[in-house]
């Protein structure tokens, strides 16, 4: 079977924990203030805070920006539900935009519709969804000009690039999932990255119980902490993600080209940006076939996702029009893409999506587009 995913630890990382184990210091140690001092190189910025997960990561942000009950925040349907979990964490409502019909990210036009009829918003959450940035230059904007904070949920887009600066560096803060499936893990783990001293600072307390020094704390935080472990793990992780990356782009460029009269609608990718393939998703009115044709032929998929955030029982009392999200959910089917795929494996994923019997162009070209 060519699994959808297939994590590469690395001998690495294996010397990374036992350097932590031998060490002793076994929990939030000096291994992640390294990790977070290269992890802010990586991204561009002055600072990076490591958390537990990508969830913890969104959530003390959320805390540091003072988000909370009163508050609403704008993100995006067609996400992991941990995206707007967080939000409600932080004591904040969700408020959904719909999605760009092409690349799937938070459409800056339904973005603006919400802050121009509302007045209780107090963040964006633009999430860069399969690697692929959302559109950040128009959503900083309408972020300045309305006086809100912009987070990035960059938990899929380590490296990923938007007019030649990576993801990370593009909002206020950035949050980032070491999940083990991600194009880089620390087994499980999160960061936050920012310019803003201030807010790292404050992060940083609220993931370790408030403290400020010693016994004090000065807040009500939560224990967010990173393992040393985890961070040896991430550490030995980052020095590869340049040629992960690599990888990952070269396995889309190559289905790219051999799917592009597929009966399929291939990812797109804003103008002057760089993906990096979390996962290479395509979209078919077929999917139950495709993913069918594919298990006949060894190749595993996924759906991510099969049901948008606010269509989820856990959200039924947000009220949304997404119909493009709604649309998309319907008709979404990732296919390998990640480092270890050989061309063969490759060739084995194109014979397969290409198997779909043809449908006339206008039924395809009617699923390229929602608008």
């Known amino acids: 079977m060519i699994r959808i995913a297939d994590p590469d630890v690395g001998r690495g990382a294996y010397e990374g924990v036992r350097r932590v184990l031998d060490d ?4 939030d140690g000096e291994e992640v203030r390294r990790f977070e001092g290269e992890f802010a190189d990586f991204c561009g910025t002055e600072r990076a805070v490591a958390t537990t997960n990508g969830t913890t990561a969104l959530h003390a942000t959320f805390e540091a920006l003072g988000v909370g009950p009163g508050d609403a925040v704008v993100t995006t349907p067609f996400s992991f539900v941990a995206s707007a979990n967080a939000v409600r964490h932080a004591g904040a409502e969700p408020v959904f935009a719909d999605v760009d019909p092409h690349t799937l990210t938070l459409d800056p036009d339904a973005v603006a519709d919400v802050l121009n009829e509302r007045d209780d918003v107090a963040a964006i959450l633009a999430v860069h969804l399969y690697g692929t940035p959302a559109e950040m230059g128009a959503l900083r904007r309408l972020a300045d000009e309305h006086d809100v904070s912009l987070v990035e949920d960059a938990a899929q887009a380590h490296g990923a690039t938007y007019e030649g600066e990576r993801v990370g560096s593009l909002g ?5 999932s070491f999940y083990p ?3 880089m893990t620390s087994g499980e783990g999160g960061m936050v990255t920012t310019d803003d001293d201030a807010l790292a600072d404050r992060v940083a307390r609220f993931c370790d119980h408030g403290r400020t020094s010693g016994y004090e704390h000065a807040d009500v935080g ?6 040393s472990l985890c961070a040896a793990i991430g550490r030995a992780q980052l020095e590869r993600l340049p040629a992960f990356n690599l990888a990952r782009r070269g396995n ?3 289905l790219d080209a051999r799917l592009r009269d597929a009966p399929v609608v291939t990812p797109a990718v804003p103008a002057g940006a760089q993906s990096v393939y979390h996962q290479y998703t395509v979209r078919t009115d077929e999917r139950e076939r495709l993913r069918a044709v594919c298990e006949d032929a060894g190749v595993e998929t996924g759906v991510y996702y099969p049901v948008p955030i606010h269509r989820q029982p856990a959200y039924a009392d947000v009220e949304a029009s997404c119909p493009v999200a709604e649309r998309a959910a319907d008709q979404v089917v990732s296919l390998p893409v990640h480092p270890g795929l050989s061309v063969a494996d490759l060739d084995t994923v194109v014979r397969a999506v290409r198997s779909l019997r043809e449908r006339p162009a206008g039924q395809r070209e009617a699923s390229r587009t929602d608008d």
């Open 181 to 183: 499936t991600k194009n």
């Open 222 to 227: 939560h224990n967010f902490r990173m393992t």
């Open 172 to 176: 206020d803060a950035a949050c980032f």
């Open 252 to 254: 889309a460029a190559y």
């Open 24 to 27: 002793g210091q076994l929990a």
